[in-house]
């Protein structure tokens, strides 16, 4: 199972030869991740508020294939797996929608953290069950 999130490149995205610049990337990925956890129904802003709980990027492993362009339509495709009890890793893909070609790869592992002390915790159960209910589907 995966998700999937549709990003125009604008102008400001690209870099002076005219493809995107390599650190928006990383932009396109955090958006991606974000939505696939609203997907689940988890809002970044509602988990820091109501369970104390934030996700901080720990690693992350890009490989940028093929570039991407002004006015091109990408898809970033997150697809989640639980490595452990205080982490998720996400396998993240950017593609461009004409033609289904893979530019960019990212494999991105969070950590969970409480939000007042910033110290590891164990995913809360809710987020947890929601996790594994995905993965397996």
Not at 2 to 18: C, I, M, N, W
């Given at each position: 199972m995966?998700?999937?999130?549709?990003v125009?490149v604008?102008?400001?995205?690209?870099d002076?030869?005219?493809?995107v610049?390599?650190?928006?990337y990383l932009?396109?990925f955090?958006r991606?991740?974000?939505?696939a956890?609203r997907?689940?129904?988890?809002?970044?802003?509602?988990?820091g508020?109501q369970?104390d709980?934030i996700f901080?990027?720990r690693?992350?492993?890009?490989e940028y294939?093929?570039?991407?362009?002004?006015?091109d339509?990408l898809?970033?495709v997150?697809r989640?797996?639980?490595?452990?009890?205080?982490?998720l890793?996400?396998e993240?893909?950017?593609?461009?929608?004409?033609?289904y070609?893979?530019?960019?790869t990212?494999?991105?592992?969070?950590?969970?953290?409480?939000?007042?002390?910033l110290k590891?915790?164990a995913?809360?159960?809710?987020?947890l069950q929601a996790?594994?209910?995905?993965?397996?589907g």
């Amino acid at each position: 199972m995966e998700f999937s999130l549709a990003v125009r490149v604008y102008y400001e995205d690209t870099d002076a030869g005219g493809v995107v610049y390599y650190a928006n990337y990383l932009k396109f990925f955090e958006r991606g991740r974000t939505e696939a956890l609203r997907e689940l129904g988890f809002e970044q802003s509602g988990l820091g508020a109501q369970q104390d709980t934030i996700f901080a990027v720990r690693a992350i492993h890009v490989e940028y294939l093929l570039p991407a362009q002004l006015d091109d339509t990408l898809s970033v495709v997150t697809r989640i797996r639980l490595p452990g009890k205080a982490s998720l890793e996400f396998e993240q893909l950017v593609v461009l929608e004409n033609g289904y070609k893979i530019l960019t790869t990212a494999t991105v592992k969070v950590v969970c953290l409480r939000a007042s002390t910033l110290k590891p915790r164990a995913i809360p159960e809710d987020i947890l069950q929601a996790v594994e209910v995905y993965s397996a589907g």
